[in-house]
Each structure stands twice: as C-alpha cells, then as structure tokens.
Nanobody
Framework: VQLQASGGGLVQAGGSLTLSCVASGRSFANYHIGWFRQAPGQEREFVGAITWEFSTQYAESVKGRFTISRDNSENTVHLQMNSLKPEDTARYYC????????????????WGQGTQVTVSS
C-alpha cells in the first residue's frame, strides 16, 4: 500500500487543521492506520491510530484535541486537529500495517512522505 499525506500548513495557536492520508492499493479496509509526527531534532512520536475496526487510540498529548476517522470508500484517513499548540509543530506522517502488534509497538510497515504542520504562537 502507498500512502499520501496532505493538509498541512501554517495555523495560529488555538486553530484547527485536518490532515488527510490517502492510500492506494487493495484491501485498505484491512489496514490499521497510524499518525506520527517528528519535530526537528526530536524523535518520531506516535500521535494516534485507527484500527480496521474503527477503534481509535491517541497519545496523551493530543487526547481530547485530535480525532482520527476513516472512510474506507475513499481509502482515506483524516486527522482532525483542534486547539493546536506551538508544540504540535512537526512533520506529520501516516502509516499502515495489517498486524495487530503495531497498535502496541507502533512499528508500522508502510509510510507516507509526511506533511508539515506549523503552529504559530
């Protein structure tokens, strides 16, 4: 599966953005999709994930502010980000995997190229 993330941009603190991750390939509905972010000089950080059964999980840092949803008819997963903070500034990546293990390890097999999100104070 190939992934393409989009929707990043510059937003003021307190604002909102919605990122999209479009997948190509077969059996998208069978994949768990994760969102990650990486700021310059920092390690990649798990943001959240949505399972093929539409269950979601979130990092504590974004819980209550970010929402992940998926539309299997469009092979798309969305990351709705509200109440954005300057510390949310990072390059955001989506990833896909069919294994349940990745929901714990976050070691997804397939990755998109990322989209930049910058939150100004």
């Amino acid at each position: 599966v190939q992934l393409q993330a989009s929707g990043g941009g510059l937003v003021q603190a307190g604002g909102s953005l919605t990122l999209s991750c479009v997948a190509s390939g077969r059996s998208f509905a069978n994949y768990h999709i994760g969102w990650f972010r990486q700021a310059p000089g920092q390690e990649r950080e798990f943001v959240g994930a949505i399972t093929w059964e539409f269950s979601t999980q979130y990092a504590e840092s974004v819980k209550g502010r970010f929402t992940i949803s998926r539309d299997n008819s469009e092979n798309t997963v969305h990351l709705q980000m509200n109440s954005l903070k300057p510390e949310d500034t990072a390059r955001y990546y989506c990833a896909a995997d069919r294994s349940e293990v990745v929901l714990v390890t976050h070691d997804f097999d397939y990755w998109g190229q990322g989209t930049q999100v910058t939150v100004s104070s």
